[in-house]
Nanobody, 120 residues
């Protein structure tokens, strides 16, 4: 099991940028994913990266705007978010799991989330 802590959320105007970080408590070789959940909605896949960083996946809604990356020396995964719009407002979670997948249920460890709010 690995503990995950997200940071970097905040309030930003439409068109702005934020970089989220997810720090792990120890070195691990799992895939990492970012998901988000707005009030009244289910948890939604955003992006994922395999353990080496060589393979990534993105939701269609964020392709070309968001970039996932990882620094295994720091046990940290990042989500660079550019061109934010109000529809991106949500609680953003990072998860760790053995597979590079869009499916939340395949991730075994989760952080507590960081809030991203985009004003129009």
């Amino acid at each position: 099991q690995v503990q995950l802590v997200e940071s970097g959320g905040g309030l930003v105007q439409a068109g702005g940028s934020l970089r989220l970080s997810c720090a792990a408590s120890r070195r691990f070789t799992y895939a990492m994913g970012w998901f988000r959940q707005a009030p009244g909605n289910e948890r939604e896949f955003v992006a994922a990266i395999n353990w080496s960083g060589e393979r990534t996946r993105y939701a269609d809604s964020v392709k070309g705007r968001f970039t996932i990356s990882r620094d295994n020396a720091k046990n940290t995964v990042y989500l660079q978010m550019n061109g934010l719009n109000p529809e991106d407002t949500a609680l953003y979670y990072c998860g760790a799991g053995p597979l590079l997948t869009n499916t939340a249920g395949e991730y075994t460890d989760w952080g507590q989330g960081t809030q991203v709010t985009v004003s129009s």
